[in-house]
């Protein structure tokens, strides 16, 4: 059977390994199994969130509200724009579909960095467009400029802060780069992990209706998944002007995200003190793995997200360390796949974190026999 040839060239997104992998293939106990590999929240979602979805866990047989009314209002109060400014998403990465479908042909180029989300790609792919990547893993908006002056582009991926890596650019060097690209290049700011970035540095924040009023031409993305702790509800949105988001409402599926779903991102929005907590215990335990690193004299990534990118140069492979944690049960994400020698370990608990350098120490001192 032929399918569209495009595929051929697509790969396919690695999940972080599951908690059930790790039982059924290692014999693990569950309970001794920490996931740090999807950048989860770890200290589980706000309880006004868990109340309202037990009060509503009889509604399941009724579709959700399709103009979602509620949550975009919620929204376009919390970033000071229209609610027809806004879409929502099944995750942002939905989102991202839309955009590129909207945007993308065969003839097509979309330009991001070297090591970056890999949903661009693969959406990109599959809309037949060409990809273009910088020479630097880390954002280079000076690379950014050299190829898009070279070869053009129809969309730009910033990941702000970048994920898998964990870096960021400041807001005034974005804007600096965004007044160099020709109002019909569409320009993605990805703000996945903003809340993290801007709580760190406030240098980092992107405040969208500041965005998108100077820069017509950008859309940006925001996630429940992250700080707001609901990567199992599968919510994120899309902050634009009012052309760019009427265009993505012909390619959205009615109903695309659940009635669930949608009460729980609603209800995420008014316990923003959740997730200030756990953004400062975020960064509180972010400096034992820095502190890790240094001791053990690994260089790491100067991180504005929910995860560290840890990285062993010539000393250890990455895949092999992150294979002998996941049999100790400890998932982390090894990096090898981006072509980078490295381990993205999501930011756990303190329990949780203290338990992961015990793990570590014990596999470091493995491979150094």
Known sequence: MKFNEVLENCKI?????????????????????????SNENPYGTSPKVTKKIQELSQNMFMYPDDSMYELKESLASKFSVESENIIVGCGSDQVIDFLVKAKCTKDSKILMSKTTFAMYEIYGRQAGAQILRTPDDEHNLEQFEAMYKEHGAD?????????????????????????????????????AYQEYASFKDSKKEIKPADLIEKFPNTVYLGTFSKAYALGGMRTGYGIGQLSIIKTLYKIRPPFNITTLSLAAAIEAL????????????????????????????????????????????????????????????VIVRDLTGYGVNAIRITIGSQKQNTRVFEVLDEVLEELNK
């Open 270 to 329: 008014k316990d923003e003190a959740f997730v200030q907590k756990s953004i400062e215990l975020n960064f509180e335990e972010m400096k034992r793995y820095e502190e890790y690193a240094t001791n053990k004299g690994f260089s790491y990534i100067d991180s504005y997200t929910n995860f560290i990118t840890m990285k062993f140069d010539n000393r250890y492979l990455s895949s092999e360390v992150a294979q002998n944690l996941l049999e100790r049960g």
């Open 155 to 191: 969309i730009i991926f910033l990941c702000l802060p970048n994920n898998p890596l964990g870096e960021c650019l400041d807001k005034d060097e974005v804007y600096e780069f965004l007044k160099k690209i020709d109002s019909n290049t569409l320009v993605v700011i990805d703000g």
């Open 13 to 37: 997104y690695e999940a972080g390994k599951p908690i059930e992998l790790v039982v059924r293939e290692y014999g693990v106990d569950e309970k001794d199994i920490i996931k740090l590999a």
